[in-house]
């Protein structure tokens, strides 16, 4: 039963697969749109062609270092303030609003008045990262603790649980699922404010490089580039798959 | 006499509760006084909202009384007790733990070791009839087993007193007799102090020794009726002519109040 259902499932991918290779084919048939889309065996060859402008490393690991760098001190900063929310009123009262108001402002929005007072460069682009990933997250969190079912804490309280031992027990395994929700979505907005950030004047990356491209009409290695942020998207999302196997196999789940 | 007093386990001492709602002061409880004798097995029974959720909640040292105490030994309490066990009624189960660490998770609480509270847990887990799920998830548990593990974790601790909430209120009518029975053998055999809310009058007089009618808001204490079939018993006591008699006695109290609330 599970073997036939893979196989099916199987199906599916290759025919959604092959019906955008050709939808991708008939928009670079198609005089108006075939500059904006050039086909397979134009991009494939950019690859090595960036590869020989000696550019193409260097720019994905430009742009991984900053994300990284970005979501990882996101996820450092957001953890405490989550819980700092929901422990604390007032100061929930305080933060929360303005998290909310700044996280619907596009970072490409606000990023010169980051450069104009953190400099051009590394620095800026890491900030920028930085503060889109800790809004999204620091919610997330936040919703998360505040959403612990309190039978649970009162059934940990009758059985002997003292304030610290609810927070390792309780509150530490129950926000687990949001913890990784947040993962999800803090990864997916660094990617997303990838272009934004590398408006900082960065030297390299893979959204600085796009720009580049850009600007001499050079498609096919534009689209090479743009295919391959949607694959590190992939990437990521695989490994937050495999987390939350790891770690929230206990939680129950609606199967679609 | 000297000696009736030296049984009470609990007193409860002239015990109000009030809630602040919205735009209004709730009294759940007025002025309540009830002692329970040290292995009594009492049953709480009276319309929604009449504050018995709330009196089980104060004697576990989940929430405070307005006005009132509540001793334990002639001991007034402060906050919650491993002496005092609670199973509720949505389980409470911890979705992360096993059935087994579940169950071992009060006795790790005491800094047992863990070979030890292995044991305590599987004796009980067994008793049960769970040891065929005790690496299993809440998640894969049916509501009566769930409701089992819950009571092997209240029972691993070895608390003195018991306060259930309507355990059994979320089961089907042949899971409940099941579970009915099975408490009722376990606290043949090991005797607890039990404090159990339920509505089901039927449920009220097989398992108590006492039954405790409440009445509508504010909750008081309309009735007190000693039940006087013997144990062992089992589910065929309920085709018993005291049973039955019984039954009806209780269902005009209770449908009174039942009556109050509907108004
Ligand atoms: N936290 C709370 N805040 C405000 N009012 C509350 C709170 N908890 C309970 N109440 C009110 O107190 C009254 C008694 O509630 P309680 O839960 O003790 O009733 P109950 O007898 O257990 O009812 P049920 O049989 O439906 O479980 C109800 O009117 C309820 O609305
Ligand atoms: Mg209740």
């Known amino acids: ?256 | 006499m000297a000696g009736e007093n030296r049984g009470i386990k609990l007193k409860i001492q002239n015990v109000s509760k009030n809630y602040d709602a919205r735009n209004a002061k709730v009294t759940a409880l007025n002025q309540v006084d009830l002692e329970i004798r040290e292995n009594e097995f009492v049953c709480v029974i009276g319309p929604s909202g009449c504050g018995k959720s709330t009196l089980l909640n104060i004697i576990a040292g989940l929430i405070e009384p307005s006005q009132g105490k509540v001793f334990l030994d002639g001991e007034e309490i402060k906050g919650t007790g491993k002496e005092r066990g609670v199973v509720f009624q949505q389980y409470a189960l911890f979705p992360w733990l096993t059935v087994l660490e579940n169950v071992k998770f009060g006795l790790k609480l005491q800094r047992l070791p863990d070979k030890e509270a292995t044991e305590i847990a599987m004796r009980y887990i067994k008793s049960v009839d769970l040891e065929d799920f005790v690496n299993a998830y809440p998640k894969e548990l049916s509501g009566g087993m769930k409701q089992r593990v819950a009571i092997a974790r209240a029972y691993a601790v070895n608390p003195e007193v018991l306060l259930l909430d309507e355990p059994f209120g979320a089961l089907d009518a042949q899971t409940r007799a099941q579970l009915q029975t099975e408490l009722l053998n376990t606290w043949q055999t090991e005797k607890k102090t039990c404090f159990f809310i339920t509505h089901d009058v039927d449920e009220a007089i097989l398992l108590a020794s006492r039954i405790i009618i409440m009445s509508a808001r504010p909750g008081r204490i309309k009735q007190i009726l000693d039940v006087d079939i013997p144990y062992p018993r089992t589910q065929e006591t309920k085709n018993s002519a005291k049973f039955l008699e019984m039954k009806a006695e209780i269902w005009n109290e209770v449908y009174e109040e039942y009556l109050a609330v509907i108004k």
């Open chain 1, 1 to 256: 039963m599970k073997h036939t259902n893979k196989n099916i499932l199987w199906k599916w991918k290759m025919l959604s697969l092959a019906s955008v290779l050709l939808l991708w084919f008939i928009l670079s048939l198609i005089p108006r749109t075939s500059r904006s889309f050039p086909f397979l065996n134009e991009v494939l060859p950019s690859i090595a062609l960036m590869i020989q402008r000696g550019v193409l490393w260097k720019d994905i690991s430009s742009s991984m270092i900053a994300i990284l760098i970005g979501f990882a001190l996101g996820f450092v900063s957001a953890i405490p303030v989550a819980f700092i929310m929901a422990w604390y009123t007032p100061v929930r009262n305080i933060i929360e609003p303005w998290i909310q108001f700044i996280r619907n402002i596009p970072a490409l929005a606000y990023v010169p008045l980051i450069v104009i007072s953190a400099g051009v460069g590394r620095r800026s682009q890491i900030i920028v990262i930085w503060l889109a990933c800790f809004m999204t997250m620091s919610i997330t969190i936040y919703q998360g603790i505040k959403s612990i079912d309190v039978t649970l804490v009162k059934a940990a309280r009758v059985l002997g649980a003292n304030d610290f031992d609810i927070f390792r027990k309780i509150t530490v395994p129950a926000t687990t699922p949001f913890i990784i929700t947040a993962i999800r979505l803090g990864l997916s907005v660094a990617l997303t404010t990838l272009i934004a950030s590398e408006s900082t004047g960065a030297i390299a990356g893979m959204g600085m490089r796009i720009r580049s491209l850009s600007n001499t009409f050079e498609t096919a290695p534009m689209l090479m580039y743009i295919i391959s942020i949607g694959i590190i998207g992939l990437l990521f999302s695989k490994i937050v798959d495999f987390l939350e196997r790891r770690f929230t196999g206990w939680q129950e789940k609606i199967e679609a």
